[in-house]
Nanobody, 115 residues
Framework: QVQLVESGGGLVQAGGSLRLSCAAS????????MGWYRQAPGKQRELVAG???????NYADSVKGRFTISRDIALNTIYLQMNSLKPEDTAVYYC?????????WGQGTQVTVSS
């Protein structure tokens, strides 16, 4: 059982930046992988960025060079720094945790990028 709380979403103009946070209820060293996903209206939920317990990262092609996933071990938190935002980044962003014993999702946070 892992509880995840996302924050940091909001409304931003194209070209702007946001930083999303996902705080986990347990040490993220005990979670095999975590990641950020997003779902726009009428579209499938897609992986944006992932990070393993060892710190390895991966990104969707659409966000490479613009988004950065990171972590703070002491705070049990992962982050998604989003720069150079585009209207097509508009979506609900979800945090996902995948420990050995299951898969858990946060409640989501809305990101809206205006043109």
């Amino acid at each position: 059982q892992v509880q995840l709380v996302e924050s940091g979403g909001g409304l931003v103009q194209a070209g702007g930046s946001l930083r999303l946070s996902c705080a986990a209820s347990t040490s993220i060293f005990r979670i095999n992988s975590m990641g950020w996903y997003r779902q726009a209206p009428g579209k499938q939920r897609e992986l944006v960025a992932g990070i393993t317990s060892r710190g390895s990262t991966n990104y969707a092609d659409s966000v490479k060079g613009r988004f950065t996933i990171s972590r703070d071990i002491a705070l049990n938190t992962i982050y998604l720094q989003m720069n150079s935002l585009k209207p097509e980044d508009t979506a609900v962003y979800y945090c996902k945790a995948s420990p050995n014993y299951g898969t858990y999702w946060g409640q989501g946070t809305q990101v809206t990028v205006s043109s």
